[in-house]
């Protein structure tokens, strides 16, 4: 338990309108600089792949990245930070001992291990609707900038930036098809003028001033490092998920071998397990 008036209370979140006078965490809360990413829960197959490429390449950096643990966008922002083996940390909207959605228990863990899971709400607190934009508030107000990848008309995310520039934070923002709903949001915080943003590097471009981007390996040089049942496992992902009883007819591979593969690949950010059992290709 970390009250306002300890040492170890976050100095961004004091500067915030109505900072919460407790927090809750569950492991360590690193005070380095941070970048809240946030998004659409039903969001599409390129926009979970992008989330994930920019926290991992952001993270790699020493830049911490602060979500609210929720399915899609925010998912995909932990699990990216997760495989640059930075730190990330989840901002709930119920006790920090309630794993909300319940399939996130794994990521809880990990997240818990790697970074912190933080709440203003005390312990066995459900995850009501009306606990969400407080938590925006504060996941704004642990970061120095935030970026949305895809978000509706009328999303938390969008809170979540408002509270940002009220807070005097920048604001991120990856452009979006016109005529997808969830590009709606995205696209008319651009009009309103954030920064927009197609690379990491044009993030590290402002929080990490000098910083280079690693250089991103080309897709025939990733193939040639795996061995050949994986290389013939890779080649029949891409960008659209794929189902893993699919994948098995495909691929020709038991369900064991499968499995195993897999996880290996998944471990080394070759491909990303979504939702349902599905499969994408992450380079």
């Known amino acids: 338990i970390i009250s306002f008036w300890d040492e170890s209370y976050p100095e961004s979140l004091k500067t915030i ?22 998004g659409s829960r039903r969001c599409s197959s390129a926009g979970l792949k992008t989330t994930r490429e920019f926290s991992r390449e952001v993270a790699r950096h020493g830049i911490t990245i602060i979500s609210g643990l929720a399915r899609g966008i925010d ?9 640059a083996e930075g730190t990330t940390i989840a901002v709930l909207g119920c006790g920090i001992d309630r ?15 790697q970074g912190a899971i933080v709440s203003e709400y005390l312990p066995g607190t ?16 642990l970061s120095q900038a935030v970026l949305v990848v895809e978000a509706a008309q009328g ?12 807070q005097g934070r920048d604001v991120f923002a990856i452009p979006g098809a016109i005529a997808s709903p969830t590009s709606c ?41 795996l061995c050949e049942q994986e ?17 098995a007819r495909k691929s020709g591979l038991t369900p064991m071998e499968l499995s195993a593969i897999l996880l290996q690949l ?9 939702p349902g059992m599905r499969y994408i290709r992450s380079f």
């Open 155 to 166: 999303s938390g995310s969008l809170i979540t930036a408002e509270f940002a520039l009220e």
């Open 126 to 141: 459900a995850p009501l609707p009306g606990h969400f934009p407080g938590r925006n508030r504060i996941i704004s107000g």
């Open 17 to 38: 309108h109505d900072p919460p006078a407790i927090l809750y965490v569950q492991g360590n809360l690193c005070q380095t600089p941070a970048l809240a990413v946030v």
């Open 231 to 247: 290389q013939n496992l890779v080649r029949h992902l891409s960008d659209e998920p794929v189902q893993i009883d699919d994948l």
């Open 266 to 274: 998944e471990l080394r950010g070759t491909v990303s397990q979504l």
């Open 185 to 225: 949001g995205v696209n008319h915080l651009l009009k309103d003028g954030a920064h927009l943003v197609t690379e990491p590097q044009d993030i590290l471009n402002v929080m990490r001033p000098g910083a280079t981007s690693f250089r991103t390996v080309p897709s025939s040089m990733l193939l040639e490092s």
């Open 99 to 113: 794993i909300y959605p319940p399939e996130n228990g794994r990521l809880f863990q990990r997240i818990s291990e």
């Open 75 to 83: 998912s995909a922002a932990h699990e990216g930070a997760l495989d």
